[in-house]
């Protein structure tokens, strides 16, 4: 209740209770107090006293003048609480006002997008989502600070969430907001392992180099024969390839800032598929591009975009899939949607936490660059690379333009 509600009550109670005493409190007019407070109470203002008979005119012009501004002050709060609520639903944080008994009394639209369900009625939903969400949205108290992280159908999410406490009419509340730090968390560990990579390959550089060089010089004498010039060879050659090694690995440090340029996303798609296909052919996999929405337009750097696209695609053919589709959307928030689906072998569970770290691979001759540098990319361009699924039926990788 609003400190104006407050005062026009006192302010009714006072007019009503003068009135009273001037008509000698007639029992038609007590009537008519008791029911007009009882339709407050109710906030029902649907009523109008008659003001055509003399007699009680003013009375009734009185209270009906009562219930005009209590109406106004109804009709200007129910005014502040949509544009409240169309502000709310424009924030990039998740807000959400749940009730001792754990149901949902408000949610905003980005609440919804980032714990990934239609409606949000009730605390106990989560349930479907993640247990130890559930657990959290149950717990946390005024003042708190926690994180979670769970799986949707965007992929694996990492929220902050604090809560407030609060009173709504004679209901006690907890006011919970959070937001998605996923990327920055992702970005954290990507920053750890450029800085790790930095010094070891400073290190091996600095150390192997020499090495290779002087094992090469001596390789030139003509009296280095034997063994000991087999010992050479194995050392130059061994030298080499770690340099080799290295300089690949450099690759994840060395990601050029993006040349934007607008295209129509439908163009890249078709080239992507077209220069797959010689190794789609051999395994017989089938290539698709379903645009969801009509004339996609992508604002970003042509070149590191295919990169990222081949290496999905050729990760599906390594996968063994017969189907590959390639789908482009836009959804509510104007944010442009890549999906990279196929039917192929899928991803274990554990495999799924560490796919985009660097290093890491299940494939004997892979180097374990490619995801973890194409996520790179993605996040220089304000986007966002992550493995959606990956099931017995299809693996999804969604690229998110921002």
Not at 371 to 399: C, E, H, P, W, Y
């Amino acid at each position: 209740m609003t400190t104006i509600t407050v005062i026009l009550i006192v302010l009714a109670a006072i007019v009503i209770s003068s009135a009273i005493t001037s008509f000698v409190t007639s029992r038609k007019m007590r009537a008519k107090v008791t029911y007009m407070l009882d339709a407050l109470e109710d906030k029902e203002l649907n009523f109008r006293f008659d003001e055509r008979r003399l007699r009680g005119r003013k009375f009734n012009k009185t209270l009906n003048r009562l219930r005009s501004i209590f109406d106004k002050e109804r009709r200007e709060i129910i005014e502040q609480e949509k544009y409240f609520g169309l502000m709310l639903d424009h924030v990039k944080t998740g807000v959400v006002v749940v009730e001792d008994s754990g149901r949902v009394n408000y949610c905003n639209k980005t609440a919804l997008e980032l714990l990934g369900v239609a409606t949000f009625g009730h605390i106990r939903q989560l349930r479907s989502v993640s247990d130890s969400l559930y657990e959290i949205f149950q717990s946390i108290t005024d003042g708190v600070e926690e994180r979670a992280s769970y799986y949707n159908e965007s992929g694996k999410m990492t929220i902050a969430l604090t809560a407030s406490a609060a009173t709504i009419g004679k209901d006690h509340v907890r006011v919970i907001a959070f937001n998605d730090i996923s990327n920055e968390i992702a970005e954290n560990e990507q920053e750890s392992w450029s800085k790790l990579i930095r010094v070891l390959t400073h290190e091996i550089m600095n150390t192997v180099t020499p090495i290779a060089s002087l094992s090469e010089t001596l390789l030139n004498f003509e009296d280095v024969d034997g063994e000991v010039r087999n010992g050479l060879n194995t050392i130059s050659q061994s030298s080499r390839g770690l340099i080799k090694f290295v300089d690949t690995y450099r690759n994840l440090t060395r990601v050029a800032m993006p040349s934007k340029k607008a295209f129509y996303f439908r163009e890249l798609a078709e080239r992507v598929i077209s220069l797959t296909r010689e190794q789609a052919v051999i395994t017989g996999t089938v290539c698709t591009y379903v645009e969801k929405s009509e004339d996609v337009l992508l604002y970003a750097d042509e070149g590191q975009i295919t990169q990222i696209l081949i290496n999905l695609v050729k990760n599906a053919v390594q996968a063994e899939a017969k189907n590959i589709e390639i789908t482009a959307e836009i959804n509510l928030s104007e944010h442009i949607i890549i999906n990279v689906i196929n039917d192929g072998l899928p991803i274990s569970k554990e495999s799924q936490e560490e796919i985009f770290i660097p290093f890491f691979t299940t494939k004997q001759d892979g180097t374990g660059i490619g995801l973890s540098l194409s996520r790179q990319i993605m996040r220089l361009r304000n986007g966002s690379l992550k493995l959606t699924k990956s099931d017995a039926q299809s693996t999804v990788f969604t690229l998110i333009f921002r």
